[in-house]
């Protein structure tokens, strides 16, 4: 039974996309092909395979190539011929609320947890994922791939996510939905969580903050 006091750890450091915000790239799949010429055959495995293991998109991620930069590759590699615009707004389109954790990180920063953004992203989705989602917009800060130049799983992340957040790792509790990201973490000393489902994560955390 939690006393309304917070015990050591009470900063929550959460991951956005596939934790906070799903990702569903059936759409996406489906709109990328009707823009594409000779079309592709499109699916969401494609999409990941295409893009999520690109080296382009990591370098674009870290900041290193411009929204143009990373265009002009979709477009080689892809025969993509729709507009600029188009291709951003399908690129957002593959995030949906995930309400249970919502629901919960709200519920925890209001309790006094300090939550906190930490993303491997580009310019492309944050800061637009807030006004697209304001109920997620709860948070003291964020930790951006983009911004600092590093993505997880490098530890150089984790130690520059510390110092922005101004914390040390034995006070904070980590929530991923790349487990290669969660042992990172481990071993910058943090707490982590795997995530893979709502209720399971919520469960975990409150038990990392002392709350259960």
Not at 13 to 23: E, F, H, K, T
Not at 44 to 56: S, T
Not at 99 to 125: D, F, P
Request: net charge negative; glycine share 8%.
């Amino acid at each position: 039974m939690w006393d309304g006091v917070l015990g050591p750890v009470r900063y929550l450091l959460s991951d956005l996309g596939g934790v906070v915000v799903r990702l569903d790239l059936t759409r996406p799949a489906a709109q990328m092909a009707a823009r594409c010429r000779p079309r592709w055959r499109w699916t969401a495995a494609g999409i990941r395979e295409a893009f999520l293991g690109d080296p382009a998109l990591a370098e674009y991620e870290r900041g290193r190539i411009s929204r143009a930069e990373f265009l002009d590759h979709v477009r080689r590699r892809t025969a993509f011929a729709g507009t600029d615009e188009e291709f951003v707004e399908i690129w957002r389109g593959m995030f949906q609320l995930e309400r249970a954790i919502v629901e919960a990180w709200r519920e925890l920063v209001g309790m006094g947890v300090q939550l906190w953004y930490w993303s491997n992203t580009s310019e492309m989705h944050v800061p637009w994922v807030f006004d697209a989602f304001p109920e997620i917009a709860v948070h003291s800060g964020e930790v951006l791939s983009y911004r600092i130049g590093v993505t997880k799983p490098d530890p150089r992340f984790y130690r520059i996510g510390l110092e922005l957040v101004g914390a040390a790792p034995e006070q904070c509790v980590f929530v991923d939905d790349d487990p290669d990201n969660c042992v990172a973490a481990r071993e910058c000393g943090l707490l982590a969580v795997w995530h893979r489902e709502a209720r399971a994560t919520v469960a975990a955390v409150r038990r990392q903050l002392g709350l259960e």
